[in-house]
């Protein structure tokens, strides 16, 4: 039936395989297709300063970052966002500005082309966050993620800038290989900066020059080093080091990321999109951070990335959960075995493969005063509000 609307160009998502019944239709006919990388390229990146952020953790939230400096810049740039930014209530715009702030993805275009989706891009501006194993369903090594990032850094322009930690071995690997494009770091000790770091915030260093102090309420090391990479993007697009500490002031952070999502007989509701380990961890402490030592912190975990269902990083997970008091992983489709896994937690991990009675364990366990985390880069079957529910229940 879709067919039958005969269009005249087909857009291919990535998540369309050959098997797809109206996808072989399409080849059976002939029919003209380009990928959505491909397509977004030609159709709405092109002749713009397309200012992409890249790396394996911090895309959403950087990326988020960038254009809410832009915007309060006066710039108004169009965007794309894995996520949606709480300051515009939506993930992407498309506007007359010639900046265009892009969330670029390591993961595949296309069945039928396998290069990263950023290769599309053509940025101007390239931030890498940092470089970690992921995507275990496509990419069978760190080396392998490098060598896209490697093509990725070939197609940058010489007026251009690439914006990346101070202090990362992956990263360092794909710049040595070949870098045409000037390098500006950010982290101790380099082109950008942070001191005098405190539960407020923390100052801006140009260099060797304070540019002003950050005050926010935003948790963490890591989106401090995603301000510090967002305010030096801006910088290389004119926009002040000034204008952009005081547009993060105000910026008001990203769904899903450490997202409030309410509170129940005492006890708050967090969720966050964390399903890395490294991301698992740096969201936790962020929480820890917060809340101190005293408070208690039940962690709830879905592994549903691809690359934890395969089981690939499934060694690094009680570890990266050690700072939670009491942690609730549901099991449901993994392949491997969560309890076993979990088993250097001792009595602190509790695992269900049904999710209501995942539900009633975290609301047995939860008391007045206590946190709750959720982490997943799914929906979790609704259990925010169903967790919420729970809550309320006299006990």
């Known amino acids: 039936e879709q067919r039958l609307l005969r269009p005249d160009l087909w857009v291919i998502g990535n998540v369309v395989t050959r098997g797809n019944p109206l996808m072989e239709a399409i080849l059976d006919h002939g029919g003209r297709f380009v990928s959505g990388p491909q397509w977004l390229a030609e159709n709405v990146l092109h002749g713009?300063?397309?200012?992409a952020v890249a790396g394996t953790h911090g895309k959403t939230t950087t990326a988020s970052m960038l254009a809410w400096i832009l915007e309060q810049a006066g710039r108004r740039p169009g965007f794309l966002i894995g996520g949606v930014p709480s300051d515009f209530g939506l993930s992407a715009r498309l506007t007359e500005s010639p900046c265009f702030v892009i969330e670029a993805d390591e993961y595949d275009t296309a069945f039928f082309d396998k290069r990263s989706k950023f290769l599309h891009y053509r940025a101007r501006t390239a931030l890498i966050n940092n470089i970690e194993f992921d995507h275990a369903d496509i990419f069978p090594d760190l080396a392998a993620i490098e060598t896209q990032f490697h093509h990725f850094v070939r197609t940058l322009p010489r007026c251009g800038l690439i914006v990346a930690p101070a202090a990362d071995a992956a990263v360092d690997r794909v710049l040595q290989r070949g870098c045409w494009t000037p390098v500006q770091r950010f982290g101790e000790a380099s082109d950008w900066c942070a001191s005098a770091v405190d539960d407020t915030g923390f100052a801006v260093h140009q260099g060797e020059t304070s540019v002003g102090?950050?005050?926010?309420?935003?948790l963490g090391a890591h989106n401090r080093d995603n301000a510090l990479a967002a305010i030096a993007a801006a910088f290389h697009?004119?926009?002040?080091?000034?204008?952009?500490?005081?547009?993060?002031?105000?910026?008001?952070?990203?769904?899903?990321?450490?997202?409030?999502?309410?509170?129940?007989?005492g006890i708050d509701l967090y969720d966050d999109f964390a399903h890395h380990p490294t991301a698992i961890a740096t969201t936790v402490a962020g929480l820890r951070r917060k809340l101190g030592r005293r408070a208690r912190i039940l962690a709830v975990l879905e592994p549903r990335s691809n690359t934890m269902k395969l089981g690939v990083m499934k060694d690094r997970l009680a570890e990266s959960l050690r700072e939670a008091d009491r942690v609730f992983c549901y099991?449901?489709?993994?392949?491997?075995?969560?309890?076993?896994?979990?088993?250097?937690?001792?009595a602190v991990a509790h695992c269900e493969d049904r999710l209501d009675r995942l539900i009633q364990a975290v609301a047995a366990n939860a008391r007045a005063g206590d946190s709750i985390l959720v982490m997943s880069n799914g929906g979790f079957g609704g259990i925010h509000d169903k967790l919420l529910e729970a809550l309320a229940v006299p006990r």
Do not use: Y
């Not at 713009?48 to 200012?51: I, N, R």
């Not at 080091?241 to 129940?264: H, T, Y």
């Open 237 to 265: 697009a004119g926009v002040a080091p000034e204008v952009a500490i005081q547009a993060l002031a105000a910026f008001g952070g990203v769904k899903r990321r450490m997202e409030w999502r309410g509170a129940a007989s």
């Open 213 to 218: 102090r950050l005050q926010w309420a935003m």
């Open 48 to 51: 713009k300063w397309v200012m």
């Open 331 to 346: 099991t449901e489709g993994l392949t491997w075995d969560a309890r076993a896994v979990l088993a250097p937690l001792g």
